[in-house]
Structures are given as C-alpha cells and as structure tokens.
C-alpha cells in the first residue's frame, strides 16, 4: 500500500523507531501498525491491521480505547493534530504513552488518512509527578514555615542579591509586603544602610562557599529588631556560587533576655567584688562537701587578713572562732533543710593575726530556677569595732573606773548568786565594809591625782588579801566592799578584817610621801533571812560604829545596827524630800547675861517642820544629815537664814540686837569651803562680822584636820566668832585651847544639871569655868532649868546663860518681841542711873 512506496530509508525509521507509529483510515481501523507498537501488544503487526483500537486483543485501557476514538473522530473532522496521553497494561504492569494524531491530506487538501505518533513517556510521567509532588511539599513547608525562608540570586561578580522567592513568614517578619521584595535587588527594597548590612553577610557567604550563621540587629519596618540568620550557599556547575537560600528567625526576646542576663550577672560581679561588706560563697555540695568557699571579695579577704588562695576552698568553719563553728555550721544546714531562708547573727571570726574578730554574719540561700540550691551566699560585716565598744561598756557599766574593780551594780548581783550559794551549802557569807581613814585630808593635802593613786594601790592591796572566790568592789569615793564566800563562823571574818588592815599599814609611796593606809571596816555575816540589800546595810552601819570610835578598827554587824541603818536610809529619803518642799525651819533660843538678864544673843537651831509628824528636834534627824552628807547643804542654809534674821533685828534693834550662835559640823569646814559661805552670809545680810558666832561641838573639834584649821584661822582673823559648844565632855585635854582660835566655850548642861545633885559635879564645872575666864573667853552655860542653877553659876562668874529657865528656841516672830522686851527693859534699868 502507500507504505511501500514510502522510500527505503523511511521504512526502516519507521520500523526501528522507539516510538509507537500508527495510521488509522477515517474509521478508525489500523492500516498500519511499527513493529515497536505490534510487540506492546504481544502479536505480528498484521494481526492488528483493519481493526479499530479495542477492536483486538485489547490492552489499552477502556477509557483510553474512548479518547483515542473520539480523538480520531476530532482530528478527522477538525483537520487539526491533538496531543493527548492513554494508559496501557503490560505484563510488568501499567504504562502511559502520549500520542499525537495528525490527519493526512491530499493535493485538495482533504482528509484521507490520521497518522499517530505514540511514545511510551511512563517514566517520565513518574517523574514529572514526583517534581510535583517534591514541589508542592517544598511549598508548603516554604509557606507555612514560622521561620522566615529566601531564595536569592547571586550576581555574576557576587556582590548583589535578587530575592527569587520568599515566603510568607518573612513579609511578616520584616513588615515588608511580598511583592515589593520578590524580584527585587536589596537595595531596592530596605535603606542603603540596612541593605549594606545584609549585603556584606551575603557576600560573607559568597566568599566563604559553606553555610554561615550571623546574629546582627537591622532597622526593618517591623522596627529595630534582632535576627538570626543560616545562609546556604549553592553552586552551579562551574562552582561559582549562584543562590543563597536563607533561613531568618527574630531573636530579640532572646536577646534582650541574654543581655538582661549579663547585666544582672555584670551587677552581681560589680555588687560582690567592690562591696565594703565581705562577701562570699560557699559550696552546698562537692566532693569536698559543704560550705566551702567558692568565691570571696576583697572586704572578706580584709576582714579575715588572708588571700583569696588562703580562703578558696576551705570549709567555712575553718576561719570562725572555734567557739562559733559548730553553731555556725548548724545554722547554714538549717538554711538547706528549709527550717528559714535567710538569718543574721553575730559570730566571731579568727584574724590571720590571731585577733578574734567580729563580724555580722547573713546567709541566703541561692537556687537555680528549678529550685535546687546552688550555693550560700555569705554577708559579713565588720563589727568589731562595735563590738570591743560594746564589751567596753558593758564592763565599765560594771566596774569602777579608776581601778577596774566591780561597782555596786555588779557588787549586788554577785552578792545575790554568793547569798544562794551559801544559804543552799548551809555556809556563811561575810560582808566587809570599808570606808578609808582620812581620806578627805590625804584628798585636801596632795591633791585628787595623788588621791587616786592611792586609791589605786589600796586597790591592789585589799586583792592581795582574797582568796580566788572572794571579791572586793569599790562602791564610793573611799569605800570597798569585800564579800568573802564559805565561812563557817564570825572568827573567820576577823582574820580576814585584820589581814586586811595589815596590808593597809604597809607604807605606800605618794610622790615621795610614804603614807599608811587605814580603814573603818564593819563586818555582817549571812544568816538564813539575809538580803543583799540589808548585809550591806548591816556592815555599812558597823562601819559607822567603827568610824565613830575612832576609825582603824572593824566592827561586826548586829540586829540593832541594821534597824539603825534602815532607819538612816528613810530619814535620809524623807530629808531630801523635806529640803526639796522647804520644810526647815530654824528657831532661835535666846542667850541671857547672867548678871543682867538682858539677852545678848540667840542661837540658830534647826527644826523639821514634818507634814504628818510635826515639828521635829535636831536628834530625830541631824545624824542622818551628817551620815549621808546632807550636813552641808543644810548648815549653810541655816546660816544664811540665821545672818539674814540677826540682820533685820540689828537694823530694828541696832545695838541692843543679839549675836547670832550658829552651830557648825566639822563637815562644813576644810578646803576653805566654811569662809565662804560666811562671807556671803554675811554680806547678803550685812550682818556685822563681830555678831556672828560659830560653834563647833569639841568631839567634832577633835575630828578636824588641818585644812579645817586653816578655815577656822581664816574666820576668826576677819572677826567671826568661835566657840566651843558641850565643852567638857570631848574627853580630850584642852590642848587644842592653845592651837585654834576660841572665843567662847559653852559648857555641857549635863554639868549644870549635876550641879545642885553632887558635890563633885560642882567642883568640875567651877574648874571649868574659871579655865575658861582664866583664859579670856566668854563662858556660856547651857541648859539652866532652875533659878538655883542660875544663882550657882553665875556665882562661879559665868558669863552668859541659855535654858528653859528663860526661854526655848521659838520661832523668829517670838524671839522679835522678846528682844524688844529685853531693849525696853536694858534702857530702864539704865535711866535711873543716866
Ligand atoms: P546644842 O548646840 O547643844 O543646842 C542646845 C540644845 O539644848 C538645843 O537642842 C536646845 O533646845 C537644848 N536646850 C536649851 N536649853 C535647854 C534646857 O534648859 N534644858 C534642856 N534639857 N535642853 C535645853 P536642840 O534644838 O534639840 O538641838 C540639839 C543639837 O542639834 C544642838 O545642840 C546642836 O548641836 C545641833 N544643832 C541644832 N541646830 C543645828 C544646826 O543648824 N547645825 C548643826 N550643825 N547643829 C545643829
Ligand atoms: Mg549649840
């Protein structure tokens, strides 16, 4: 047929050609079928000819038996190829081909024949649809990816970049739509700046051909943010780099996290290296085990005097006090076992000099974010300072300063622990209360520095008598206390009394003065009802004893004196109340010239004006005046009111006003401190100097000490009288007569009282008045009850008379009439004569 008239070459392309050759009349019926065709289905090409597909031994599938058919139908009626693809079976399974019907003309141009073209393109079918398939996973991934993802191209000379694609994220990311990025060069879509930035990192990756990671921080629409890049480089066949892909993630919570991070670790560093306090941390756990130092800054180094490398790694309990360790470390433990998260405590620390050192100890516990302890961190700030202050104070608040011994305070609980212990071992507790001899005068004489020299040395003597469980404290100027433990009677007490006036005796060297110390000491022992407060009590009065019979002797204790003492102790309360509420008074007794009668002066004495116990005498509270150092402070205010009283009656009476006696204690005088007073006495009453009177009693004469001579000298050469009041009873020779400026001596009323009763009495107290008139005084006597006692005594020429027989001591207002009386009558007795 018209096959063979196709040329030689043609029919052999035809027959070894790969593709499927066919040729179907207008019909549809095979007129010719390749060889390569006839074997995909299994049979000689002649088995084929004049039949339509799905005509034979079908292997076209029956839908593609359909297209093919009405392909032919189309290509025959519409002269033109189609292009269409069918599926076939073989035995190794299904196949596709694609095929091409092209209709076959003649010289008119009508159809006369359709040729078909097959090629079997499964293969390629397989892999066109994995393209697809890879393609479409790619896109998905690509555009649903939260990371930002791009695909660059490379220029030829590697310096600029074109986005081929990006995707979704990105445009998010960067706030910058897709289609102005896509197709576009970088600098055509950000700032120069920013495009320089990116720009740079690409060709970092065009340089170094590997995949490249860059953290950097750009300007975007989104706003200034950090990001972290991958760039891939791919190379073409020639190995240049021709694409980037990109992967773009913004990192800058994570960065600002990070940088927060740093901050606060730079903050720690800077607050633990350069803090004033020293700090520390110390491990919870290790091989080594627990609370050692794993970090310490410059203060702890200071604080404890060594190197970090002498500190790193040792236990914590290493550099604290031994005392401290155990409890140290217990507490820390009790940190990690939840019992507190923090506390503050005192602890000592050990110096690399030895030194024990204070420090305010604060611990915490630090954990990791998951909770689990990291270390402890150590706060300590130097105290010692404080401390040795505190210590300081603590025992001067307790000891006396001058020679360190325990004060009262500490004297009084330490008699409190003594007086259990012996009240429960059925043993006796003695108390020694010692008030030295003249040291008033020693003060007077060398001078306070030399005073508290001695007081030092005597001190150190009065130690050197104890036994290791006695203590001795010094509670005054002059006074120490001694408490002795364990004693089984009173004889024990005395051995230890005259021990210590022995040691006393020993000469002590005062600025090259050798002088000897001596004591009054009053002894009470302990019995079962005793109090801290009355044992002393009790001694402090049998000290008094001792003073008052003379001083350098111990007295012990007994019932009597410790009522004596409680009753001192509230008069003396109740007296400083009194002169606060100005309760005194003073009243006036007056002096009567004996052969006269005329009064010639009156005597100041001192009366309690008492709220609930009305006016009370001298004798009722004058001795706790003078025990408890009231004497003075009261003396001069009766003198004061006394030369203001003598002062107004001198300017009412001129010179039939009387003297004024003022009674004075030996206390008032020395240091020049009685001149004084009586100067401002008497020039606050212009009182004049020859009125004035002071009496000292002769015990109390016997008592003073040199400076109070100088005072009494001082007073009688301006004109201030002197006398000697209850003359005759002191005891003493009138030796004292010839050193001391006496004026007047009072004779003791026991003498006018035994006047009238025995013969002997009489006898004395003429003697006594003719020493006195014999040596020029005045001579006054006291106490005249009777007008015999007047008649006697003015017979023995005494001078002048004080008593009942007249008058008591009365108020000022009283005594104002009297001596009006007194004036009226002196100028009548001497109108006759005048
Ligand atoms: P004194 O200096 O011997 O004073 C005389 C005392 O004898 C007064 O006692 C007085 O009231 C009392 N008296 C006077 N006439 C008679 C009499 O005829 N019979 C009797 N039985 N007694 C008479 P008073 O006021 O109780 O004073 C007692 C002592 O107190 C005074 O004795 C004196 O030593 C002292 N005194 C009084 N006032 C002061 C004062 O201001 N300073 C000082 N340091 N001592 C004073
Ligand atoms: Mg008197």
Redesign the pocket.
Known sequence: MSSQTRPHTAESLLVNSPDFVVRFDLDGNRLYVNPTLAEVYGVPPEELLGRGVGKTNEVVDPESVALMRAMIVEVVRDLTSRDFEITYRTPGGARVAQYRLVPELDEHGRVIEVLGLGRDVTELARVQRELVERETRFRDVFDNALDSMFLLEVSPDGQHFRNLEINPALARMSGIPREAMVGKYIEEVVPPEVAEAVNSKYRHCVNAGVPIEEDAELDLPAGRRWYHSTLIPARDETGRVYRIVGITRDITERHNAQLALAASEERFRLAFDDSLLGMALLSVDGEDGRFRYLRVNKAMCEFLGLTADQILGRPHADVLAPEDADDTVATLNGLLSDAYTNYHTERRFVHANGETVWGLLGATLVRNPEGAPLHVLAQVEDITTRKRVEEQLAFRALHDDLTGLPNRALLMEHLGSALARSQRNGTHLAVFFLDLDDFKSLNDSFGHAAGDAFLIKVAARIGSTLRASDIAARIGGDEFVVVCENLTELSGATVLAEKIQRALAVEIDLDGHRVTASASIGVALSHEHSTPENLLHDADAAMYVAKHSGGQRWQPADASLHAAAIRVLSVEAELRRAIEQQELR??Y?PLVDLHTGAIVGV?????WQHPQRGLL???EF?DVAEQRGL?GE??QW?LRTACNQAGTWRRQFGDRAPAMS????SRQLGNQGLHRQVDAALAASALPVEKLIL?L?ESQLLKIRASATTDLRTLSERGVKIAI??FGTGHAGYEYLRRLPVDEI?I??SFTQTLNIDRTGSAITAGIVALGLGLGLTVVA????TTEQLHLLRDMGCTWG????WH??LPADEIHALIAQSARDANARRSPTT
Do not use: F
């Not at 006291?782 to 009850?785: L, V």
């Open positions: 003073v009243h007794q005597e100041a004495l001192v009366r005498l001298p004798r004058l004497i009261i003396g009766v003022v009674n004075v204690s009496e009693t009041d209850d009072k003791d009323k006291k106490g005249i009850e004080q008593g009942w027989l008591r001591a």
